[in-house]
């Protein structure tokens, strides 16, 4: 069964870094776009970022400048570079790969992990 595993998120103050990664399972990585979510508690889920097989990327306006996405293929894994981070980038962080080549919502390839927590606070 293909499935997701995030890790990396904790408790940060503002200013600092985190690194997210997510490992998947299974052996079209290398052909799938790949996108981290984020869901803060009482808001729908949202794109942060998103990249392409092509390394073409994708970011949230809020986050642009601040984080960076990048993948790894040889071992299956989509990375989130978290810097200069604020209160409100608390949320739960997810990967996932969008299905349509259109948009980076709608369908997704695999069953949504638990996510990995992101709290930003002094």
């Known amino acids: 069964q293909v499935q997701l595993a995030e890790s990396g998120g904790g408790l940060v103050q503002p200013g600092g870094s985190l690194r997210l990664s997510c490992v998947v399972s299974?052996?079209?990585?290398?052909?799938?776009?790949m996108a981290w979510y984020r869901q803060a508690p009482g808001k729908q889920r949202e794109l942060v970022a998103g990249i392409t097989a092509g390394r073409i990327t994708n970011y949230a306006d809020s986050v642009k400048g601040r984080f960076t996405i990048s993948r790894d293929n040889a071992k299956r894994t989509v990375s989130l570079q978290m810097n200069s981070l604020k209160p409100e980038d608390t949320a739960v962080y997810y990967c996932?790969?969008?299905?349509?080549?259109?948009?980076?919502?709608?369908?997704?390839?695999?069953?949504w992990g638990q996510g990995t927590q992101v709290t930003v606070s002094s």
């Open positions: 996932n790969a969008p299905m349509s080549g259109d948009t980076w919502y709608g369908l997704f390839r695999f069953v």
């Open positions: 299974g052996n079209m990585f290398s052909t799938q776009r």
